[in-house]
């Protein structure tokens, strides 16, 4: 959400801002509904306090015994006239935050102008693909001819865009979220929250998929929503709260399974485990002073790296352009795993800054130490990573000429000591 203050001081860089993500300009309509808004609640300020003091007037003439007839007269009228008055008001007022509501974020400065992702920068890579003495397979034929992978069953089961994982599949699976889990709150200092899996509206409204995006969730016959990511919940755990300095930061990671209906992908990653409408991810998310989120960035960011290149992934970290960074993010760097199946880098991971627009979405403050006032948090959000995904670049990055997987040492702990994945178990 959008300051209507700032936008009425800086309309210019605030349609510069959505220019870059190639939107039209808006704010002379923004500034014109708050205006119309602004005079209508003077409007009905002026009219209740004439209300209060022609209501203190009938009050002492009735004390006196005289006629109250034309004054109760006067404060009806004013009061059918506050009541349109305040209609008004509440129209202006949800046209606004309407209008607002389906506004992205504005990108920082340093954040590359462009479309889409072709106009992404590569900022660093780490590591070097493996180079294969034989033809590389793709985490389908790998998972298949292991006989741990079935999306024929999964259909069955539950339509397209589905996996069933058995056996020592399965048990990597969990090994990788449990190594991840440990590294974020063991060694980075991340509080473990197991949070819930369906939120109201307000949650999602908070962190920004709804209204815009309401046709990406899964909604429930209750008027709850499945979440698309932990960052919706971990998020909200602040929300409608004023939080002291001394508090800060709050740095929080999540393992839940996520869920989200794909709505626009039609045609995209139809094959294996890249894209499904059910999939497990370690979510990281920061609330954060404003004078520390751009940091924090960086920080969580790294964290998310070292998790690839403790499982000896080679991958690379793209600055999203304008025309590829989410809805509620105004700087985000992707990190994109490399896949020797696909021949192709793939993003992995997503991590944040979405400076105040979430805060003031969720009316999320705190207390500077100083006890003047309050100001809006900061919220930033990252994968660390998505499991799934994780999964199919340990796969495909360890495999072996007669399918076999290695497994990477770090994750051998988790799986009671196992060296290498064959078919069958063996």
């Known amino acids: 959400m959008h300051d209507i203050r700032w936008i009425r001081e800086n309309p210019d860089a605030f349609d510069a801002g959505l220019k870059a993500r190639g939107l039209l300009p808006v704010a002379a309509e923004l500034i014109a509904v708050d205006a119309h808004r602004r005079v209508a609640q003077t409007r009905s300020q002026k009219l209740q306090t004439e209300r209060n003091r022609l209501s203190k007037l009938v009050g002492q003439a009735k004390g006196r015994g005289e006629n109250v007839d034309a004054l109760i007269s006067d404060v009806q009228r004013i009061s059918d006239d506050q009541v349109m008055v305040d209609r008004d008001l509440l129209a202006a007022a949800k046209k606004l935050e309407a209008v607002l509501a389906e506004l992205p974020n504005l990108p920082d400065m340093d954040v590359p102008i462009g479309p889409d992702e072709g106009s992404n920068v590569e900022v660093r890579r780490w590591g070097e693909p493996r180079a294969f003495d034989f033809s590389a397979r793709d985490h389908v034929e790998l998972g298949e001819g292991l006989g741990m992978m079935d999306f024929e069953r999964a259909a069955r089961l539950s339509g397209s865009r589905f996996v069933v994982l058995t056996g020592q599949l399965a048990r990597l699976e969990r090994a990788l979220a449990a190594f991840m889990l440990d590294l974020h709150t063991v ?17 999602l409204y908070g962190t920004g998929q709804l209204p815009k995006f ?13 979440i698309p990511t932990a960052e919706v919940p ?25 869920f989200r209906s794909e709505a626009g992908s039609a045609g995209r990653d139809t094959r294996g485990m890249l894209r499904q409408h059910q999939f497990s991810k370690v979510e990281m998310v920061s609330i954060v002073h404003p004078d520390r989120s751009v940091a924090e960035l960086e920080r969580m960011t790294g964290c998310a790296e070292a998790v690839l290149q403790r499982l000896d992934l080679p991958y690379r970290v793209m600055m999203l352009s304008t025309g590829d960074i989410g809805f509620s993010a105004r700087k985000t760097y992707d990190l994109e795993v490399w896949l020797p199946g696909q021949g192709a880098f793939r993003e992995i991971s997503s991590c944040s800054n979405c400076g105040d627009f979430q805060a003031r979405r969720m009316k999320s403050r705190f207390r500077p130490k100083d006890g003047k006032g309050t100001q809006f948090l900061h919220t930033l959000n990252g994968s660390g990573l998505a ?34 994945l064959r078919s069958n178990g063996e």
């Open 187 to 203: 060694e980075f200092g991340l509080t473990e929250v197991n949070p819930p899996a369906l939120v109201r509206d307000e949650a």
């Open 214 to 226: 309401r046709d990406d969730l899964f909604h429930t016959t209750d008027g709850r929503w499945l």
């Open 234 to 258: 971990l998020t909200n755990l602040v929300a409608d709260e004023i939080l002291i300095e001394e508090s800060l930061p709050r740095r929080y990671a999540a393992l839940t399974l996520c």
């Open 387 to 420: 499991i799934g995904r994780a999964l199919v670049a340990v796969l495909e990055n360890n495999q072996k000429a007669d399918g076999s997987i290695a497994v990477p040492e770090v994750l051998r702990s988790y799986m009671g000591g196992l060296e290498e």
